[in-house]
């Protein structure tokens, strides 16, 4: 689950991490009456969307009087706000933060991610922060320095001292260094979080580390166990499909191709969708109904993939062990006469009560072309796609 800089900031200062002073606000008007009581110096007012490369696209703007305010706010809120990671539709900024600029002496980047290869914590730091950070990362890696760290030790201080000598740190900012590293290192832990990201960290005119930006994503498997941090969810920011998909009990994540996909696993899930790649088609979405669905979740499952206006073919790909493959029958039939569905459907179905399935099938009078295996559905869905 991803957090808005303004949430994420909300953790930092839980955590002792500094930020600059700011509000965040959901109403343009709100925004517009707090920016005619300030007492300026310089602020920025950002837009809070789920995406990095806001400034790029005009959503971050700074303001030395109350009209530069003003209009940066009219500019900002309610904007189609597109950047690399928006996609070329953009988001909507229903959102922005107003901040208090901070004086940048220099930028630097700090972040941490769960490394899945080593299975250890990576603390990565650069000298070089700011927005072409993965210009950084690309053209010039040695300028990123990268740290394993054991999630059941500590940063020692010969760690931190080594960290801040790798981003030239002046040695009187070694202790608030080590204390930012900490600090960041347990909301890490503390919070479930997969990443943690503070780019710029900047050091202001004054010697002080202040994070300037911060980006946070939390483990939604550790959810349950952060009930504050799930106050944060934003559904306007989340895939609609995905969302209902999950109030059903549905695993679903949207992808770009046109072969809706419907499976019981998520290994035969993943698999499904290679074996469509391999015969040159592409999946529209990784749909899982699991080993316990019922008829009304397959019902569910199918509305959600047809609500995907590239999908020009269903695959439905079940090996029934303890999903029955009668009860997947019934929640398709359900849903050809809920969804009046005219899409080509093709259906491969094994395992347990398969007899009983088919049977459902073939007296549901329900057109669909029925595959052998595996590999005789993909092609005859990529075929049935292609028109």
Request: hydrophobic share 45%; net charge negative; with cysteine.
């Amino acid at each position: 689950m991803k957090l808005h800089e303004y949430q994420a900031k909300q953790l930092f200062q839980r955590y002792g991490i500094p930020v600059p002073k700011g509000v965040a606000y959901s109403s343009k008007e709100a925004a517009l009456d707090a920016v005619k009581s300030m007492i300026f110096g310089s602020w920025v007012i950002k837009a809070q969307i789920h995406a990095g490369g806001r400034g790029k696209g005009g959503g971050v703007k700074i303001a030395t009087t109350s009209d530069t305010a003003i209009l940066a706010i009219n500019s900002i809120f309610g904007m189609q706000l597109v950047t690399h990671q928006t996609g070329p539709k953009g988001k909507l900024v229903e959102r922005i933060l107003i901040e208090e600029a901070v004086s940048i002496e220099r930028e630097l980047y700090l972040g941490m991610v769960v490394d899945r290869t080593s299975q250890q914590i990576a603390l990565m730091v650069s000298a070089d922060g700011g927005m072409d950070i993965e210009k950084v990362a690309n053209e010039t890696p040695d300028r990123l320095f990268t740290m394993l760290i054991d999630g059941e030790k500590k940063i020692d201080m010969a760690t931190s001292s080594e960290l801040s000598e790798k981003i030239g740190l002046q040695q009187e900012l070694h202790v608030g260094a080590d204390e930012l590293f900490q600090n960041v290192y347990r909301l890490f832990l503390e919070c479930d979080a997969s990443l943690v990201e503070i780019n710029p960290l900047v050091i202001t005119e004054d010697n002080r580390l202040i994070a300037a930006d911060a980006k946070v994503t939390i483990d939604d498997n550790a959810l349950f166990r952060q009930s504050e941090i799930q106050e944060f969810r934003d559904p306007s920011e989340e895939d609609i499909n995905e969302s209902k998909a999950a109030e059903a009990g549905l695993n679903f994540i949207s992808l770009n191709g046109n072969i809706g996909c419907l499976v019981n696993g998520a290994g035969l899930a993943m698999a499904t969708m290679d074996i469509i790649k391999l015969h040159g088609g592409e999946p529209a979405n990784f749909l899982d109904v699991g080993g316990g669905a019922n008829a009304q979740q397959v019902a569910v499952a199918f509305q959600i993939m047809l609500q995907q206006s590239t999908v020009k073919a269903v695959l439905v790909n079940i090996f029934g062990g303890i999903m029955r493959c009668d009860v997947i029958a019934k929640g398709i039939v359900e849903a050809a006469q809920e969804t009046a569905m005219s899409l080509p459907l093709i259906i491969r179905l094994e395992g347990t009560n398969v007899i009983d399935g088919r049977e459902i099938l073939a007296q549901s009078g329900l057109n669909y072309i029925s595959a052998t295996d595996m590999d005789d559905a993909a092609i005859k869905a990529v075929h049935a796609a292609a028109g």
